[in-house]
């Protein structure tokens, strides 16, 4: 059983920043792509940012030009940076490795918190 663990998150105030990391227990073979989602109390899961295998990246318009994704295939891992933080950037954030058949792994979530 794959397990996805993320890592970096905590209280920052608004406008400071943060590094997220999800690393998977053991290699996953035929990864597509690799991604983070928050969820928000409240609100439905929502998709941040999304990384391919060939190295192609999406972002949610709320975090465009603030928000930065990267993989590194050889270590199973993804980031995700993130700078001037908004307190509505303030959610449980999960990471996601879904394989080329569609398989989707999760990690428990760390909780970003974003006060003054």
């Known amino acids: 059983q794959v397990q996805l663990a993320e890592s970096g998150g905590g209280l920052v105030q608004p406008g400071g920043s943060l590094r997220l990391s999800c690393a998977a227990s053991?290699?996953?073979?035929?990864?597509?792509?690799m991604g983070w989602y928050r969820q928000a109390p409240g609100k439905q899961r929502e998709l941040v940012s999304m990384?391919?295998?060939?190295?192609?990246?999406n972002y949610a318009d709320a975090v465009k030009g603030r928000f930065t994704i990267s993989r590194d295939n050889a270590k199973n891992t993804v980031y995700l940076q993130m700078d001037s933080l908004k307190p509505e950037d303030t959610a449980v954030y999960y990471c996601?490795?879904?394989?080329?058949?569609?398989?989707?792994?999760w990690g428990k979530g760390t909780l970003v918190t974003v006060s003054s």
């Open positions: 053991r290699s996953i073979p035929s990864i597509y792509s």
């Open positions: 990384i391919t295998n060939d190295g192609s990246t």
């Open positions: 996601n490795f879904q394989s080329f058949s569609a398989i989707n792994y």
